[in-house]
């Protein structure tokens, strides 16, 4: 030691306990205040930090929703052509998962465009559907195609 003895220390520190034995107890810890605050502040936080996680929770699925349903309704545009003739009509079903879809097509204008032409635009519209936690949600798609000139009567 710093030239101090073990028994001049002792001594000093039993002199200070002496003196001011009962201030050293009553600093020695926290107060009912103290904790009840801290415990509080904590509490607080935590409420604020679960809170934060249960909406990204929620955004999250409701992204992956409607990223699901943008998929499905990418899917019934493909199927118009191939599985589905490019003509006026509407149909409706149901896909997994409780996805409602609708499809709309319709001629495009006055329906004399290319007058003469053995084509002609149509306006096709889809959209999905879902209940998102109560909530009613959508998404539609509407674009062009080309089909076989009908004759309307």
């Known amino acids: 030691m710093i030239g101090i003895s073990r028994s001049r220390l002792a001594k000093h520190w039993a002199h200070l306990l002496k003196l001011g034995g009962s201030n050293v107890r009553k600093n020695a810890g926290f107060?009912?205040?103290?904790?009840?605050?801290?415990?509080?502040?904590?509490?607080?936080?935590?409420?604020?930090?679960?809170?934060?996680?249960?909406?990204?929770?929620?955004?999250a699925a409701s992204a992956r929703q409607m990223a699901e349903?943008?998929?499905?309704?990418?899917?019934?545009?493909?199927?118009?052509?191939?599985?589905?003739?490019?003509?006026s009509s509407e149909r409706s079903g149901e896909y997994p998962y409780g996805y409602r879809w609708h499809l709309k097509v319709s001629r495009y204008g006055d329906g004399k465009n290319g007058h003469g032409s053995p084509v002609t635009l149509y306006a096709v519209s889809a959209e999905v559907e879902w209940n998102d936690h109560g909530v009613e949600r959508s998404y539609k798609l509407s674009t062009l195609r080309l089909g076989r000139r009908t004759v309307q009567r």
């Open 31 to 59: 107060t009912l205040v103290e904790v009840i605050v801290a415990l509080a502040m904590m509490s607080a936080g935590l409420t604020l930090l679960l809170s934060l996680v249960s909406n990204g929770l929620a955004r």
């Open 69 to 87: 349903a943008g998929l499905l309704i990418q899917s019934l545009m493909d199927r118009i052509g191939p599985e589905f003739a490019v003509e």
